[in-house]
T-cell receptor, first 114, second 112 residues
Framework: NAGVMQNPRHLVRRRGQEARLRCSPM?????VYWYRQLPEEGLKFMVY????????ESGMPKERFSAEFPKEGPSILRIQQVVRGDSAAYFC????????????FGPGTRLTVT | RKEVEQDPGPFNVPEGATVAFNCTYS??????FFWYRQDCRKEPKLLMS???SGNEDGRFTAQLNRASQYISLLIRDSKLSDSATYLC?????????????FGKGTKLSVKP
């Protein structure tokens, strides 16, 4: 039973390029969450999605960041025109039942902006 | 005031020692509490939930004091494999709609 999968595991982008991070939730899970962890910092909530719906994006930066979770396929976190400050580990988590709050994390994508 | 505060450590202890971590949270409406463990450059993994009555899982004991808005984790008989960063996590209702709010973590290093 595969856990939460994220790819790529490592991503290097030059300033101004676009970064696309993918997350496939655990089998049977329909709730997806994205978190960002800056160096030496705690994880910060970014966005919560269900299939085809953004439920809570209160943690997303207002510009350049977007997320989707289409009916088919993985959830995508997209960062346009990346800057050095976007360098971080981006973790995706999924849960099967919102009420349980037990979220299972993927291995993360480490984004480096040069 | 930060939402979830932890002593960053590091805590350097010998094998077999007992070590305790503390965490405070600012929102008195917080409803659910957890300890996660994060190994270096890995994803967080749920260690245990924290209940008002306190709970124990093997060598690990978690306590919650709602009046003081304080959570603790006690590790007995430390093993080398316990070396990691321990994250205090809080969920509250309201604006965050139940999303996890993480402390920065307390780093533990268990030495032979």
């Amino acid at each position: 039973n595969a856990g939460v999968m994220q790819n790529p595991r490592h991503l290097v982008r030059r300033r101004g390029q676009e970064a696309r991070l993918r997350c496939s939730p655990m089998k049977g899970h329909s709730h997806v969450y994205w978190y960002r962890q800056l160096p030496e910092e705690g994880l910060k909530f970014m966005v919560y999605l269900q299939k085809e719906n953004i439920i809570d994006e209160s943690g997303m930066p207002k510009e350049r960041f977007s997320a989707e979770f289409p009916k088919e396929g993985p959830s995508i976190l997209r960062i346009q025109q990346v800057v050095r400050g976007d360098s971080a580990a981006y973790f995706c988590a999924s849960s099967g039942d919102r009420a349980s709050y037990e979220q299972y994390f993927g291995p993360g994508t480490r984004l480096t902006v040069t | 005031r930060k939402e979830v505060e932890q002593d960053p450590g590091p805590f350097n202890v010998p094998e077999g020692a007992t070590v305790a971590f503390n965490c405070t949270y600012s929102n008195s409406a917080s409803q659910s509490f957890f300890w996660y463990r994060q190994d270096c450059r890995k994803e967080p993994k749920l260690l245990m939930s924290v209940y008002s009555s306190g709970n124990e899982d093997g060598r690990f004991t978690a306590q919650l004091n709602r009046a003081s808005q304080y959570i603790s984790l006690l590790i007995r008989d430390s093993k080398l494999s316990d070396s990691a960063t321990y994250l205090c996590v809080v969920i509250d209702y309201g604006g965050s709609q139940g999303n996890l709010i993480f402390g920065k973590g307390t780093k533990l290093s268990v030495k032979p």
